[in-house]
C-alpha cells in the first residue's frame, strides 16, 4: 500500500479543485447512495425493521449536510493549501494543518464516516449504519497507518509535532497544531 501514496504533480489549485470535487461526487455515489441503498434494499428484502424515531429524516439530512461541509471543505483546503488532492495516489504535497485539519489529523474520514451515519439514519437503516461504522474501522486498521507513515516519511517533524497535538477522530475545540 506503500506505493500508493505519491505526491500530486505540479497544478493551479483550480484544477486541484475541481478534482478534489470529482473525486467527492464519485466517493459519494458509491459509497453513500448506491452501496447503502443495497444494503437497505437487503434489509427490505429480509423484512428486517427499520429504525424509526421523530425527526429522523430531518436529523439525518442536518447531520449529513453538516459532515459533508466539513467534508467539501476539508477536501479544498487540502486541495489549495496542501497543492493535490484527498486520494493517496495524487496526494497533497505541503502538509496541511488549517482549517478543519487544524482541530483533527483526517476531518475527511470524520466527515465520510459522519455522512454514511446520517444516510443510514435517513433510511431507517441499521445495517447502513453498521457499514459506516465498519468503514470507519477499516479506515482505522487498514488505511490510517500507512498515510501516517507516509506523511511521517515526508514531513518529519513537522507531522510528528502535528500528530503529537491533534487528535485522530474526536475534534479538540482549541487547536495546538503549530509549525
Not at 449536510?65 to 488532492?85: D, E, F, K, R
Request: net charge positive; aromatic share 10%.
Amino acid at each position: 500500500m506503500k506505493n500508493w501514496f505519491r505526491p500530486a504533480g505540479r497544478r493551479s489549485a483550480k484544477n486541484n479543485v475541481t478534482r478534489t470535487l470529482l473525486q467527492s461526487a464519485v466517493f459519494w455515489g458509491l459509497f453513500l447512495w448506491l452501496i447503502p441503498i443495497a444494503i437497505h434494499n437487503l434489509e427490505s428484502a429480509l423484512d428486517w425493521a427499520a429504525l424509526r424515531f421523530d425527526r429522523q429524516v430531518t436529523t439525518g439530512w442536518i447531520l449529513f449536510a453538516m459532515c459533508g461541509s466539513l467534508g467539501i471543505s476539508s477536501g479544498v483546503t487540502l486541495a489549495v493549501q496542501g497543492a493535490g488532492t484527498p486520494l493517496p495516489m495524487d496526494t497533497a504535497r505541503k502538509l496541511v494543518i488549517r482549517g478543519p485539519f487544524r482541530y483533527v489529523r483526517n476531518p475527511m474520514a470524520v466527515a465520510g464516516i459522519g455522512q454514511g451515519i446520517a444516510v443510514g439514519v435517513v433510511l431507517g437503516s441499521g445495517l447502513v449504519i453498521a457499514y459506516s461504522l465498519a468503514g470507519a474501522v477499516i479506515w482505522h486498521v487498514a488505511v490510517r497507518p500507512h498515510e501516517e507513515a507516509d506523511l511521517l516519511d515526508r514531513f518529519a517533524e513537522d507531522y510528528r509535532r502535528y500528530r503529537d497535538s491533534t487528535n485522530l477522530w474526536i475534534p479538540k475545540l482549541r487547536s495546538r497544531a503549530h509549525l
